[in-house]
């Protein structure tokens, strides 16, 4: 059987993707592929479409109210992860997840504090905290691109030490490498913030986005975090990062905290973006089912064809999100730019400029997620599987050229 039967990747055209007017497609000209933001190519859900179309027809277009959004994920999370723990109580809504954590660090944080990643990570990570006057401490992922507890730690130790309050900004499943944390993990995490009274607020934007092989556990479902915060939304899982709204969720000990985020917050959120995020999640057609059989098989598809076209390069099986970080040093292509904060998504060096300029490929740049991260690249496989043959032979030519 194809690969492309049944994927729904594989039933948007080339030429219907170049009619959006989003970054993904506005970014570079015509003759490259872009594999670097986080967007899916592919069609839209009914269930939020027809929401969306009700909404326009109606004229349902002010200020959003009311709290379906926190009800919608408190029943996709009972019903996908075995959860309760959405309280609608203690939850807030807010424009997206990064502005999200923005307030959340401004109530548990000062400027000047100390907040810990797990690097490589999510280039906005040190931009956004960066530009609110906190400073990043960096507690790398291990060779296994898992949480390094010892570093983990030591990062807890050297913030508090300081006599200030201390994050941690827990990416789960993590952006770029795809890993999901097991309870395990997350537990010792618990325990090691717990110890050092470094609060803990997880942004788990890509949570519905965990693939065939791995499960993913909401951080606030593990023992010891109480005091802790989650931010959601449906942004990632049905490709709603331009209908802006997400939820913070705080545990039962940080509910106060919560309390304290200024109203206004609230009134940030796009209202056709509640309605979007809450159809998305109230979905129980087979449509995420469907999309995340088509991301398992492109998957494999991507590690057939580095394993071909690329075979020197490392490149680890990601069990979420849609992102692929390869390491391309033995390329010889590592380029000249080490991380400088803040992280510029569309800055580009080594094997990702490469890629662009003798492939035409448009991929994000390693160096900017990070320390460590120069010589690498992650591309976005939530495309076609055709896309993907093409930009990996262009990418595999290149690399001989």
């Keep these: ?62 200020y ?12 996709f999370a009972q019903r996908h992860w075995g959860w309760d723990g959405v309280a609608v109580e203690r939850s807030a809504v807010v424009p997206d997840v990064m502005l999200g954590i923005v307030e959340v660090l401004r109530l548990v944080t000062a400027p000047g504090d100390s907040v810990i990643v797990n690097n490589p990570v999510y280039p906005p990570f ?25 570093a983990l730690e030591a990062a807890f130790e050297t913030a508090v ?16 490498t795809g890993t ?27 949570a519905p986005v965990v693939l065939n092989g791995a499960d993913f556990v909401p951080y606030l479902s593990v023992d010891g975090t109480e005091n802790a915060f989650s931010l959601m939304s449906a942004t990632k899982g049905w490709n709603l990062a331009g209908l802006k709204a997400a939820l913070v969720i705080a545990g039962t000990e940080a509910e106060a905290d919560l309390r304290r985020m200024p109203e206004e917050v609230g009134h ?16 129980t057609s087979d449509w995420l089912d ?19 076209h690329l075979p020197s390069v490392r490149y680890t099986k990601p069990e979420g999100t849609y992102l692929a970080w390869i390491d391309c040093r033995p390329l010889g292509f590592e380029g000249g730019n ?48 055709d896309t993907l043959r093409t930009a990996v032979q262009r990418m595999g030519e290149a690399a001989k050229a």
């Design 64 to 75: 959003a109210a009311g709290t379906r959004y926190a009800e919608a994920l408190h029943g």
């Design 180 to 206: 999901v944390h097991t309870r395990e993990e997350l537990t010792a995490v618990a325990q090691l913030a717990r110890k050092h009274g470094v609060r803990v607020i997880a942004d788990e934007i890509h």
């Design 338 to 385: 080490t991380f400088r904060e803040p992280g510029v998504v569309t800055e580009l060096d080594g094997p990702a400029a490469l890629f662009l300029d003798r492939a035409r490929v448009a991929l994000s740049s390693g160096h900017v997620f990070g320390t460590g991260g120069a010589g690498h690249v992650r591309l976005n496989f939530a495309c076609s599987p």
């Design 290 to 308: 469907l999309m995340l059989n088509g991301l398992t098989d492109n998957r494999r598809l991507l590690g057939e064809l580095l394993a071909h």
């Design 126 to 150: 040190y931009a956004f905290v960066g530009h609110d006057s906190r400073s990043i401490l960096e507690a790398p992922l291990n060779a296994d691109l898992r949480i390094d507890l010892e």
């Design 1 to 62: 059987m194809s690969d492309s039967a049944g994927n729904p990747f594989a039933e948007v055209t080339l030429e219907q993707l170049r009619r959006r007017t989003s970054i993904k497609w506005r970014t570079h000209p015509d003759d490259v592929l872009p594999l670097w933001v986080a967007e899916m190519d592919i069609a839209q859900a009914p269930a939020v479409v027809d929401a969306l179309t009700e909404a326009i027809s109606l004229g349902d277009t002010g």
């Design 161 to 176: 030490g300081r006599g200030r309050n201390a994050a941690y900004l827990l990416c789960n499943p993590h952006n770029p």
């Design 268 to 283: 940030g959120p796009s209202h056709l973006g509640v309605i979007a995020h809450s159809a998305a999640f109230e979905d």
